[in-house]
């Protein structure tokens, strides 16, 4: 799998103009110990070549992505999206090499070199399973949370714009904590909004059932009224990872696990 790598902040003001961090008492930049091998958040990655059997199947709509499965929607400028999703168990094996699932919500990453993005993890490195909370404007560093994330708990995920000011509201409905920071960054695209689930590892991990998104928003209206909307799902070589449904009542999808790879 192609990952990406983030950049020093001051790269990143030169690139973009500036860029202000904002970081509230809860957030801590995410340690490279526990962390080093799983990368949450960032642009999407294509690979090199699609899966021609699956894209039959699906009538040539669905995009094959190396790291995000779910919607992207481009055609517009784009000043809020949000979402709801649960975080899932993941299984993790003694036998697997490192894995994460990370669902999030953001603007930014299918076409442009920088995001805005808010979600959460699990990681497994063999039998050990991790669960936390992120965000990030890549290509800065993502910063985890220090919050308790588990197995189960439903989040909604946001992030508005005004201007060159970015909000990023992350909430865990099921035990009652909100995170929210604001950060500034000029010459980011705003050219496309996105409900993700994302591999930021070596595979993507196993969960049971499926991984629901709901209530899918972009610039406050039906994630499939806001645009063109790209259907997106993970493949490794010749193996599908994840299955992506369509979208119900234009808001509504979900993500399902089918192979480790």
């Given at each position: 799998m192609i990952?990406?790598?983030?950049?020093?902040v001051a790269a990143l003001?030169?690139?973009?103009?500036?860029?202000?961090?904002?970081?509230?008492?809860?957030?801590?930049t995410a340690s490279p110990a526990a962390h080093s091998r799983f990368v949450p958040g960032g642009v999407l990655f294509k690979p090199a070549t699609a899966l021609g059997t699956h894209a039959a199947r699906a009538g040539g709509?669905?995009?094959?992505?190396?790291?995000?499965?779910?919607?992207?929607?481009?055609?517009?400028?784009?000043?809020?999206v949000s979402a709801t999703w649960v975080q899932n168990?993941?299984?993790?094996?003694?036998?697997?090499?490192?894995?994460?699932?990370?669902p999030w919500v953001g603007i930014d990453g299918y076409?442009?070199?920088?995001?805005?993005?808010?979600?959460?993890?699990?990681?497994?490195?063999?039998?050990?399973?991790?669960?936390?909370?992120?965000?990030?404007?890549?290509?800065?560093?993502?910063?985890?949370?220090?919050?308790?994330?588990?197995?189960?708990?439903?989040?909604?995920?946001?992030?508005?714009r005004s201007g060159t000011s970015y909000t990023l509201t992350l909430k865990d409905e099921t035990q009652g904590w909100t995170n929210t920071v604001t950060k500034t960054a000029s010459g980011d695209a705003n050219s496309s909004a996105e409900a993700i689930m994302e591999m930021?590892?070596?595979?993507?991990?196993?969960?049971?059932?499926?991984?629901?998104?709901t209530s899918f928003t972009?610039?406050?209206?039906?994630?499939?009224?806001?645009?063109?909307?790209?259907?997106?799902?993970?493949e490794s070589g010749s193996t599908l990872c994840d299955t992506t449904s369509s979208l119900s009542s234009g808001e509504n999808f979900t993500t399902t696990w089918d192979n480790l790879c």
């Open positions: 990952r990406h790598w983030s950049i020093p003001a030169l690139a973009t103009g500036s860029l202000a961090i904002a970081t509230p008492a809860m957030a801590t709509k669905i995009e094959y992505s190396s790291n995000w499965s779910g919607y992207a929607v481009t055609g517009g400028t784009y000043t809020s168990a993941g299984t993790c094996s003694s036998s697997d090499t490192d894995t994460d699932m990370s076409s442009s070199s920088t995001v805005e993005q808010t979600g959460t993890s699990v990681d497994c490195s063999g039998s050990t399973k991790t669960y936390y909370a992120w965000y990030e404007m890549y290509p800065a560093n993502f910063v985890t949370i220090n919050k308790t994330v588990k197995a189960g708990d439903t989040f909604y995920g946001a992030v508005t930021a590892a070596d595979e993507l991990t196993q969960w049971s059932g499926t991984d629901p998104f972009v610039n406050g209206v039906a994630a499939g009224s806001a645009g063109t909307t790209h259907q997106m799902e993970i």
